[in-house]
């Protein structure tokens, strides 16, 4: 079963634009990841963001997350067509669950 | 420096056949991790050792499945009498943590298609 839930599905935007990607989740953690997957190739993690933290930089990407509503959002800002890939979030329990993901593309 | 590899990268099988998948981790990483990958979904979770022991194989779908990392680096997830069902993208992932919840390095999948 997967904990997270990734909102929207799938999402398509031009080149120069702003990308945000939303997770809910269910049961209380320890930290929250975020990953980038592009189409036949492994995961890459982006960021991570611990329970007491309510928002994380890096690079064009920014993470928050609210304990209170149990939900992450991942803004991708000044999007490029490389940054077209699935996105998902993983939840820290005993070890780490996925969400289904959101699938990206980046129009040149 | 090297990442996490993985071999084969894509495996045919007919159903019935045994088959066993690699994962070389990233060098000195004490954890590592096996996920189940269905087409459009996220990685679903199948086991995690810690150097040598595995301490969670609670995500395993089936006794058909079976993991080992004998000297704690290299690990084998071996799959007998495969069926249709076991078809899906195979990823391995290190971490030089000990903490499961930590960051995971993935490596790039074995794609199993049983025919």
């Known amino acids: 079963s997967q904990q997270g839930e990734e909102d929207p599905q799938a999402l398509s935007i031009q080149e120069g634009e702003n990308a945000t990607m939303n997770c809910s989740y269910k049961t209380s953690i320890n930290n929250l990841q975020w990953y980038r997957q592009n189409s036949g190739r492994g995961l890459v993690h982006l960021i991570l963001?611990?329970?007491?933290?309510r928002e994380k930089h890096s690079g064009r990407l920014r993470v928050t997350l609210d304990t209170s509503k149990k939900s992450s959002s991942l803004l991708i800002t000044a999007s490029r067509a490389a940054d077209t890939a699935s996105y998902f979030c993983?939840?820290?329990?005993?070890?780490?669950?996925f969400g289904e993901g959101t699938q990206l593309t980046v129009n040149p | 420096g090297a990442g996490v590899s993985q071999s084969p990268r894509y495996k045919v099988a007919k159903r019935g056949q045994d088959v066993a998948l690699r994962c070389d981790p990233i060098?000195?990483?004490?954890?590592l991790f096996w996920y189940q990958q269905a087409l459009g979904q996220g990685p679903e979770f199948l086991t995690y050792f810690q150097n040598e022991a595995q301490l969670d194989k609670s995500g395993l779908p089936s006794d058909r499945f079976f993991a080992e990392r004998p000297e704690g680096s290299v690990s084998t997830l071996k799959i007998q009498r495969t069926q249709q069902e076991d078809s899906a993208v195979y990823l391995c992932a290190s971490s030089p943590a000990r903490d499961p919840q930590e960051t995971q390095y993935f490596g790039p999948g074995t794609r199993l298609l049983v025919l």
């Open positions: 963001i611990r329970s007491n933290e």
């Open positions: 993983a939840t820290s329990g005993s070890r780490l669950t």
């Open positions: 060098s000195g990483h004490v954890s």
